[in-house]
């Protein structure tokens, strides 16, 4: 079975502008998540998405927005980048989501460097 | 709200040395306790998971056993090699909060010397 992919793997990006990721899940895997890995915080949660509906969200400004298709192939968005956007976007797919020990199966990440 | 915390890296060790890294919880309910593991450039892989208290997760000569009553989850390996270098994150899943999925430490960085 395909694992987790995610297009593209590395971006450049400027200031203001805008940044659509995408996350194409495991074969049968309904729920997407997001996160976000910097050196400072570390890996924090944005959203996860579930039969194309956001069951769950982080805190984050709403510059950060994401959907999921009938495929369960999901994008997220990032508008009006600032500087502090740069980071490492994991997305991890599971069956159901993590509720009752589930596991999230990740991607390899986008590397996004805002300048 | 739910937190994990591990110990700070980064851990140097010598092939075939013992490996403990600590990992704490706080959880509003009954979380299920994971390690991933993060190679140089590449997305996180699980390692190991237990779902309730007393549990042990096990792979690659890797342990670690859910304690409720010292809320931890430390991850052991008794012969560390080349190979092993690499970030491990301790992580929670708590059904009963609401800081969204999983729940991560900081990340140990070990790295481990012929």
């Known amino acids: 079975k395909a694992g987790v992919t995610q297009t593209p793997r590395y971006l450049i990006k400027t200031r203001g502008q805008q940044v659509t990721l995408s996350c194409s899940p495991i074969?049968?895997?309904?729920?997407v998540s997001w996160y976000q890995q910097t050196p400072g915080q570390g890996l924090q949660f944005l959203f996860e998405?579930?039969?194309?509906?956001?069951?769950n969200k982080g805190n984050f400004p709403g510059r950060f927005s994401g959907r999921q298709f009938s495929n369960s192939r999901s994008e997220m968005n990032v508008s009006t980048l600032e500087l502090g956007d740069s980071a490492l976007y994991l997305c991890?797919?599971?069956?159901?989501?993590?509720?009752?020990?589930?596991?999230?199966?990740f991607g390899p990440g986008t590397r996004l460097t805002v300048t | 709200g739910d937190s994990v915390t591990q110990m700070e890296g980064p851990v140097t060790l010598s092939e075939e040395a013992f490996l403990t890294i600590n990992c704490t919880y706080t959880?509003?309910?009954?979380?299920?306790l994971f390690w991933y593991v993060q190679y140089p450039g590449e997305g996180l892989q699980l390692l190991l998971k237990?779902?309730?208290?007393?549990d042990k997760g096990s792979n690659k000569g890797f342990e670690a056993t859910y304690r409720k009553e010292t809320t931890s989850f430390h991850l052991e390996k008794g012969s560390v090699q080349v190979s092993d270098s690499a970030v491990y994150f301790c992580?929670?899943?708590?059904?009963?909060?609401?800081?969204?999925?999983?729940?991560f430490g900081k990340g140990t960085k070990l790295s481990v010397k012929p």
């Open positions: 998405y579930f039969s194309e509906t956001q069951r």
């Open positions: 237990a779902t309730k208290a007393d």
């Open positions: 991890a797919s599971s069956l159901e989501g993590t509720s009752g020990g589930a596991v999230e199966y």
């Open positions: 074969s049968g895997h309904r729920s």
């Open positions: 992580a929670l899943s708590d059904p009963m909060g609401s800081q969204g999925n999983l729940i």
């Open positions: 959880a509003t309910g009954y979380p299920s």
